[in-house]
């Protein structure tokens, strides 16, 4: 070859001979790169297809690798593709997205464009980088434009991660009844029933989105289904989940409280975005945040039950220290709650909003999205097993507490002697009066209600809120610190933290 480098006669022979040679291999490469479709019944092309795996898995299984293995490169990539074998196999994947969707677009063709040889020229290079920018762009732009990718992340920020809650208010009323079951006693049709009304009564019946938002039960409890997820970036071993004990009376008896989740319908081509496993990542930020809310309400109830007591000069009762440190049960599960919702999600949404502004294609959108929910469980605390673990262990308590009162000091019955001693003669008002101020104080004195709220006040959960410290876990503190001082707690983080600790 070498003692036939000047004589171009042979030269010319060989590049005629090589254009017949590869003009097959040219036409493969050339209906992939140009319409994404594999044109290959010799098994010779470098790209292989998966049939078995199908676009509808993406919404079905959360290990669902359609997107990496539907289509993917064999060995054997010529050598002066090597550099291109990604992009190629890029470009196709764009164009048989778009293919699948019915959106039947082909990289427009001109002389200059077509793959015509391999030459030392490297025209083809040319073409596959102009076929890859012309994909990317063409699935972009159907992807925010007809599909309204933009508009479903919102949507699930809305329903998911309670960005508007006046609907889940509404419907933790009308559906209280059904969560206290237990998971396999749950209706999950009702419960479907349930969530529409409260849609329909509230601002959310004008978003046409609440249409596609489902509902489920869970059988396990947050921290087993998270355990069960061995893919995340976290350190959930068993070890330390038996050392915890996990399974201890608190997580067996669990209610559709605790494993209530939303669900939504996401169609193709958005589920190469928001799939399965997406959808899993929204949900356990959700079982989170529908938690904290019920302990919240319950705490409030309580504290509403409280304030019958305040007429009672009953000082040095177990009253005073029970109103007191429902105070403070308050005050940990409201900072929690504005920690999660406005130190966490808000400010992670907006990072990723203007992000995806910015994404020239899928697999961009693809690893912002990832980015975003990886970002979101980790400061949400569900990657911090240890944290997590004595957060759940700390609303565990606060319930208790919340039913004890609950149950031992009937609102029903305050609230009508009340409402009573309003009407009638003054004789009959200051009769109801005492009657209600004896039944207080009967209450207040109750045995059981005063060993409970010892109990709950004796109970390690200052330990527990001290333990929150250590320098990894330094960031939450000071945020759920400094979130329920308020505003002014801002340019004071350590006294605010202190204050949250006492």
Not at 75 to 89: E, K, M, R
Not at 313 to 322: C, E, F
Not at 357 to 368: F, G, H, L, P
Request: charged share 25%; aromatic share 8%.
């Amino acid at each position: 070859a070498k003692a036939m480098a000047g004589d171009s006669a042979v030269r010319s022979l060989l590049e005629k001979m090589t254009d017949c040679a590869s003009a097959a291999y040219l036409r493969m490469l050339e209906r992939w790169v140009y319409e994404g479709v594999i044109d290959d019944p010799y098994g010779e092309f470098f790209i292989a297809e998966n049939k078995s795996l199908q676009k509808e898995s993406l919404t079905q299984d959360y290990d669902a690798k359609y997107w990496q293995q539907r289509y993917s490169l064999k060995d054997g990539i010529p050598s002066f593709l090597n550099n291109v074998a990604a992009t190629i196999l890029t470009t196709g994947k764009y164009l048989n997205v778009m293919r699948e969707c019915g959106h039947n677009v082909q990289v427009s063709l001109s002389e200059n464009s077509k793959l015509t040889s391999f030459g030392s020229n490297h025209q083809y290079l040319e073409c596959i980088k102009s076929a890859y920018d012309f994909a990317s762009g063409e699935l972009l732009t159907l992807m925010k434009d007809k599909y309204d990718l933009i508009g479903k992340l919102r949507s699930l920020k809305r329903y998911l991660l309670l960005d508007q809650g006046d609907f889940l208010v509404h419907f933790m009323d009308i559906a209280r009844e059904e969560l206290t079951k237990k998971p396999e006693d749950i209706s999950v049709e009702k419960l479907q029933s349930l969530v529409d009304i409260a849609l329909r009564s509230t601002a959310a019946a004008s978003d046409p989105s609440h249409e596609d938002l489902t509902c489920c039960v869970e059988r396990s409890s947050l921290l087993k289904k998270l355990t069960s997820l061995k893919d995340l970036d976290c350190a959930y071993s068993s070890d330390k989940l038996a050392a915890a004990d996990v399974d201890q009376p608190m997580t067996l008896n669990i209610t559709g409280l605790e494993t209530f989740c939303l669900g939504y319908k996401i169609p193709w081509p958005l589920s190469l975005v928001i799939s399965r496993k997406a959808l899993t990542k929204y949900q356990l930020i959700f079982r989170l945040l529908f938690h904290c809310k019920h302990v919240s309400r319950q705490l409030c109830q309580a504290w509403q039950i409280q304030q019958g007591f305040r007429s009672v000069k009953i000082l040095g009762t177990p009253i005073l220290r029970s109103s007191i440190l429902c105070r403070s049960m308050l005050k940990f599960v409201n900072s929690l709650l504005h920690y999660l919702t406005f130190e966490v999600l808000e400010p992670n949404w907006h990072s990723m909003h203007g992000r995806l502004q910015t994404a020239r294609s899928i697999d961009e959108v693809i690893q912002i999205h990832d980015f975003f929910l990886q970002k979101c469980l980790k400061e949400c605390l569900l990657l911090l097993p240890e944290l997590l673990m004595k957060v759940e262990k700390l609303k565990a308590l606060c319930l208790q507490y919340a039913t004890s009162i609950q149950l031992l000091i009937p609102s029903i019955e305050v609230a009508a002697a009340e409402s009573k001693s309003k009407s009638g003669s003054s004789r009959a008002r200051a009769k109801r009066s005492q009657d209600r101020d004896e039944q207080l104080k009967l209450a207040s004195e109750n045995v059981v209600m005063s060993q409970s709220i010892l109990y709950v006040s004796q109970c390690p959960s200052q330990s527990i809120l001290q333990s929150l410290v250590p320098t990894q876990f330094r960031f939450v503190t000071h945020h759920l610190a400094s979130s329920a001082a308020g505003n002014s707690s801002r340019s004071s983080t350590r006294s605010s933290r202190a204050s949250f600790l006492r």
